[in-house]
């Protein structure tokens, strides 16, 4: 069983609003990520990092950004939220940066919806 | 990253085998074959993995051709807790891209 945790697991949120997606994990993990995925479609990679104090931007362009002040945390925040923001967002943390093993253990997701 | 095509769906009867195929003609040597599964509304969860050689675990065995172009995920006795959708992701080890994936329809 994975010990990865997201909070909110539902956000409905006017525009204009800051907001923060909460992620943590208790697996000691060093690798962590952050997926966008809207209904039925691809998930996106958007943010990763390698490590406390490392933050690399994904396949795909995002507005949000992301910070790894400890290793078990790596929180996401949208400084102005907009209905295009509306998806699910999905966070992830793995063993081993370069491992063949390279098994990503994702949280349940929030689901955002940006009215 | 070598592109991998997989059926959009397939249905299974609930018991037998389900064979997921992918293929992915332009892998290079250094590549791994990954599959990973997500349930509806769930996050992903990984099943397996090879380079080379077949493999099998608790969930899946994994086949890949000799010239590594092609590959079937098999679901031994495939359940209802089995539908999902199945991505078959062919990278070096590190990030992950998922694509489309197979939707899987266990039936009853």
């Known amino acids: 069983e994975a010990d990865i945790y997201q909070t909110p697991r539902y956000l409905v949120i006017g525009t204009g609003k800051k907001i923060t997606l909460e992620c943590s994990q208790t697996?000691?993990?060093?690798?962590m990520y952050w997926y966008q995925q809207d209904p039925g479609m691809e998930l996106h990679l958007i943010h990763y990092?390698?490590?406390?104090?490392?933050?690399e931007k994904g396949d795909l362009s995002s507005e949000s950004t992301v910070s790894r002040i400890r290793t078990e945390h790596f929180p996401l925040t949208l400084e102005s939220a907009r209905p295009s923001h509306t998806s699910q967002y999905l966070c992830a943390s793995s063993v081993v940066a370069y491992s063949s093993y390279n098994e990503q253990f994702f949280g349940p997701g929030t689901r955002l919806t940006v009215l | 990253d070598a592109k991998t095509t997989q059926p959009t769906s397939m249905d299974c009867a609930e018991g037998r085998a389900a064979n997921l195929p992918c293929n992915h003609s332009t892998i290079s040597g250094n590549e791994y074959v990954y599959w990973y599964r997500q349930i509806h509304s769930q996050g992903p969860q990984y099943i397996i993995h090879g380079l080379k050689n077949n493999e099998t675990n608790e969930m899946a065995s994994l086949i890949i051709t000799e010239d590594r172009k092609s590959s079937t995920l098999i679901l031994p006795h495939a359940t209802l807790r089995d539908t999902a959708v199945y991505y078959c992701i062919v990278r070096i080890p590190g990030e992950l891209t998922f694509g489309q994936g197979t939707i899987l329809t266990v039936h009853p």
């Open positions: 697996m000691g993990h060093d690798k």
């Open positions: 990092s390698y490590g406390v104090n490392s933050t």
